[in-house]
């Protein structure tokens, strides 16, 4: 089993920033992809950013540039690096990671989410 813990999560002012972190820990051969996904009040789950472990990233045309995904393999965490927040940014944030568990065993898995809460 893999187990996600995520912090960083907050309340900040529009036009703050924020740095959110998830850690993996567990039964972990390799990981390929880890990102973030937020769920919206309107309970939609979005993409955010991921980033590939060969360093491909991917992100949301609605962050790019104010949003920035990066990896620490030795730690097999992923962080999150979120500038100029908007009130829209307001959402649980989850942390993904799709895992090789062993050499012919991979699975998708969640952090428990992190609210960010951005305010006027």
């Known amino acids: 089993q893999v187990q996600l813990v995520e912090s960083g999560g907050g309340l900040v002012q529009a036009g703050g920033s924020l740095r959110l972190s998830c850690a993996a820990s567990?039964?972990?051969?390799?990981?390929?992809?880890m990102g973030w996904y937020r769920q919206t009040p309107e309970n939609l789950r979005e993409l955010v950013a991921v980033?590939?472990?060969?360093?491909?990233?991917n992100y949301a045309d609605s962050v790019k540039g104010r949003f920035t995904i990066s990896r620490d393999n030795a730690k097999n965490t992923v962080y999150l690096q979120m500038s100029s927040l908007k009130l829209e940014d307001t959402a649980v944030y989850y942390c993904?990671?799709?895992?090789?568990?062993?050499?012919?065993?991979?699975?998708?898995?969640w952090g428990q989410g992190t609210q960010v809460t951005v305010s006027s």
């Open positions: 993904y990671t799709n895992v090789n568990t062993n050499v012919a065993r991979r699975g998708d898995y």
């Open positions: 567990g039964s972990i051969f390799s990981i390929n992809t």
């Open positions: 980033l590939s472990s060969s360093g491909i990233t």
